[in-house]
């Protein structure tokens, strides 16, 4: 079955280090997001990608870095500069605007 | 741009109660509306879609109908279960010149046994 995988489910990270996380998807969708969402709270956008090799900024981009070298790929990498980056994940995808998106599970980080 | 109002929560309800969850849109054009949904601990999921004005979209019990003349998307089920419970997300509208969608907090859905 098609459909988007967010690796690992669980990530702990230690003060001043990068880590990354992973988000693949099996649909063939051209343009994959990033959100991070904190307790009780919405979806904020992180970075947006709508076409290979190329990625927009969202709303939080700062202390965020992305990638888009493979159609199927779309790794987020929460740097050192990222202060509060506890959160939970969410990657998603979509083929088109009258479709949708479908998310992945998540991955909950946590800073130790 | 296209954005929505939706009914804050958190909503607490009886087993077998009415649901309803209200959303109002913004948007210019004829754009596809969208509920998601949230269970603890996992991502969102679509729940349910409509594309043009008057279309419904239903699924596992709940409906909503795109009203174009009052501009609005409200989330119902006639009878909630426990399982039920989750978090609702009234998406913007997504019209063809957009490219992402930005989502508010959602409402809070608790069903008591």
């Known amino acids: 079955d098609g459909g988007i995988t967010q690796s690992p489910k669980y990530l702990f990270r230690k003060e001043g280090q990068n880590v990354t996380l992973s988000c693949e998807q099996n649909l063939n969708h051209d343009a994959m997001y990033w959100y991070r969402q904190d307790p009780g709270q919405g979806l904020r956008l992180i970075y947006y990608?709508?076409?290979?090799?190329?990625?927009q900024k969202g709303d939080i981009a700062e202390g965020y870095s992305v990638s888009r070298e493979k159609k199927e790929s779309f790794p987020l990498t929460v740097t050192s500069a990222q202060k509060n980056p506890t959160a939970f994940y969410l990657c998603?995808?979509?083929?088109?605007?009258?479709?949708?998106?479908?998310f992945g599970s998540g991955t909950r980080l946590t800073v130790v | 741009g296209n954005s929505v109002t939706q009914m804050e929560g958190p909503v607490t309800l009886s087993e077998e109660a009415f649901l309803t969850i209200n959303c109002t849109y913004t948007?210019?054009?004829?754009?596809?509306l969208f509920w998601y949904v949230q269970y603890p601990g996992e991502g969102l999921q679509l729940l349910l879609k409509a594309t043009k004005a008057d279309d419904k979209g239903s699924n596992k019990g709940f409906e909503a109908t795109y009203r174009k003349e009052t501009t609005s998307f409200h989330l119902e089920k006639g009878s909630v279960q426990v399982s039920d419970s989750a978090v609702y997300f009234c998406?913007?509208?997504?019209?063809?010149?957009?490219?992402?969608?930005?989502f508010g907090s959602g409402t809070r859905l608790s069903i008591r046994p």
């Open positions: 948007a210019t054009g004829y754009p596809s």
């Open positions: 998603a995808s979509s083929i088109g605007s009258r479709l949708g998106y479908t």
């Open positions: 990608s709508q076409i290979v090799n190329d990625f």
């Open positions: 998406a913007p509208p997504w019209g063809s010149s957009a490219s992402k969608i930005i």
